[in-house]
């Protein structure tokens, strides 16, 4: 069963910067994709920016310059560095990850998405 923990949200004024961190556990082997969605009140969730396992991008065009989304496959970790906050940005941030095999079971491709439970970024003054 694969766990998500994530970690570094927060309030923070405008132009300030936060970094976001979920650590993915469960006798994982390898994670396909990982990355970050948000979802503001009253909204859809919405991709941020993910990065595959062999260090391919995608970002939301609002974050682009803003926003970088780095991994280190060894710890199954993914961050997401944000910078020049702005309130509208404030949103429920989510870590998804994708594509897993587990060291229990190497001949099985796990294809489901799992979520973060979530973490709160607040930009405001």
């Known amino acids: 069963q694969v766990q998500l923990v994530e970690s570094g949200g927060g309030l923070v004024q405008p132009g300030g910067s936060l970094r976001l961190s979920c650590a993915a556990s469960g006798s994982i082997h390898s994670i396909n994709v990982m990355g970050w969605y948000r979802q503001a009140p009253g909204k859809q969730r919405d991709l941020v920016a993910v990065?595959?396992?062999?260090?391919?991008?995608n970002y939301a065009d609002s974050v682009k310059g803003r926003f970088t989304v780095t991994r280190d496959n060894a710890k199954n970790t993914v961050y997401l560095q944000m910078n020049s906050l702005k309130p509208e940005d404030t949103a429920v941030y989510s870590c998804?990850?994708?594509?897993?095999?587990?060291?229990?079971?190497?001949?099985?491709?796990?294809?489901?998405?799992?979520w973060g439970q979530g973490t709160q970024v607040t930009v405001s003054s």
């Open positions: 990065m595959t396992r062999t260090g391919s991008t």
């Open positions: 998804n990850v994708v594509g897993i095999t587990y060291y229990s079971e190497p001949n099985y491709f796990d294809p489901a998405a799992h």
